[in-house]
């Protein structure tokens, strides 16, 4: 998987993630104004990742 960081029009940059086949599985539901902005947010995700709990949509966990 990877991240890649897009400028969009009107100068502000969002991030997407592709799978291994280049397919978008994940997108910035925010936009930044700049290009490093947007890398911090790609670093803080990344960062949490690996402890983000999953749950059900009435806010029960799922154990995984």
């Given at each position: 998987m990877r991240f890649v960081v897009v400028p969009e029009l009107g100068g502000?940059?969002?991030w997407?993630?592709?799978?291994g086949d280049g397919?978008?599985?994940a997108k910035s539901s925010l936009s930044?104004?700049?290009?490093?902005?947007?890398?911090?947010?790609?670093?803080?995700?990344?960062a949490?990742?690996?402890?983000?709990?999953?749950f059900d949509p009435l806010g029960s966990p799922i154990s995984g």
């Open positions: 502000r940059w969002t997407v993630m592709r799978d397919n978008q599985i930044w104004l700049d290009r490093d902005e947007a890398l911090r947010a790609i670093e803080v995700i990344r949490k990742v690996p402890k983000a709990l999953v």
